[in-house]
């Protein structure tokens, strides 16, 4: 596309570059040059044009370019899909690994219309605020070892953001992200059986991190549970950070499972449910309980108030009363 081309010759150009140049360059008229950079005005590049100067891209949009984040190697971020619009980028992933995609297929979207957590829930996306991307992964690994990978890229998704600012994430047992006692990113893990054979489908992983958004974008029902990295100070693109959290995927993806104790080392020394009071949400009920630790496949270790020591998985509760985050 003509408009891609000129945005990229002009992020290359170290000086302002003329009407006539593109126009050699590209082999288009200028006139399909003028068109192309009115294209990208519209998008939110900001473009000076100078007459007998030519034009000089001076400040850029933070949206998401397949062509800026794609690697040329490793699986992860092979094929990536930008969307302006979806209903969920996890449920986007299934379709596309159902219908044949290559694992490491990333999508990410400017705004998801049902975003989801876990147990059901929503998951708030505003549109352009936050880096809402999922990937697929088909690890050669046993179905029971690929629970952890929530964990395993909760540990990534801190690795992602430490890389790109000063913020210092740490972990909420078992899929969020935390700063400063808020929750800053939340992390859903889904899996797909092929139904004639039993052998594993798909896992797609999905992670929403808030990047841009204020106080008042969360209004008052989440402003006392959730920050950003605006919030927290940090001025950080999701372009930057969408780079970093496919570097560390594709890191999480060469790791798995054989790399698990250096994984259950992070975690464990980020997570902040440990050693605290929490409540043990059931369907049938809730139960107080201490945090004892974590076992070597990321269950939780937890004393009762008999004394009498539970392992429990994130499958069988939710877990509550963390910091900030109840």
């Known amino acids: 596309m003509l408009k891609n081309d000129v945005l990229a010759a002009l992020k290359r150009a170290e000086r302002s570059v003329s009407g006539a140049e593109l126009s050699k360059t590209l082999g288009v008229s200028r006139a399909a040059v003028w068109k192309a950079v009115e294209s990208l005005r519209k998008e939110g590049y900001e473009i000076e044009a100078q007459s007998a100067v030519g034009y000089r891209l001076t400040a850029e949009p933070d949206r998401l370019d397949p062509a800026e984040l794609r690697r040329s190697s490793g699986v992860v971020g092979r094929e990536i899909l930008c969307l302006d619009t979806v209903d969920s980028t996890n449920d986007e992933v299934k379709r596309r690994a159902m219908a044949g995609a290559e694992p490491g297929l990333v999508v990410t979207a400017e705004v998801q219309t049902a975003g989801k957590g876990r147990r059901g829930r929503g998951f708030q996306s505003l549109a352009g605020k936050g880096l809402y991307l999922s990937v697929f992964l088909k690890p050669d690994a046993p179905l029971e070892q690929l629970s952890q990978l929530t964990a395993w890229s909760a540990?990534?998704?801190?690795?992602?953001?430490?890389?790109?600012?000063?913020?210092?994430?740490?972990?909420?047992?078992?899929?969020?992200?935390?700063?400063?006692?808020?929750?800053?990113?939340?992390?859903?893990t889904e899996m797909g059986m092929e139904a004639e054979t039993g052998a594993l489908g798909y896992v797609v992983v999905g992670m929403g991190t808030n990047v841009s958004q204020t106080r008042e974008d969360f209004g008052p029902e989440l402003e006392g549970i959730a920050t950003s990295l605006k919030i927290l100070g940090a001025e950080v693109t999701r372009r930057a950070l969408a780079l970093a959290l496919i570097a560390q995927l594709e890191r999480l993806n060469a790791d798995f499972p054989h790399g698990r104790e250096a994984y259950l080392a992070e975690y464990e020394r980020r997570c902040i449910t440990l050693g605290r009071e929490v409540k043990l949400i059931r369907p049938d009920g809730e139960e107080q309980v201490t945090a004892q630790g974590l076992t070597e496949d990321f269950r939780l270790v937890v004393c009762r108030g008999d004394g009498s020591v539970k392992t429990v998985s994130s499958g069988e509760v939710s877990v509550r009363g963390v910091l900030g985050y109840q």
């Open 155 to 188: 540990v990534a998704v801190c690795r992602a953001i430490e890389s790109v600012c000063s913020v210092k994430p740490q972990i909420k047992w078992p899929n969020d992200v935390l700063a400063e006692g808020k929750k800053l990113c939340g992390i859903l």
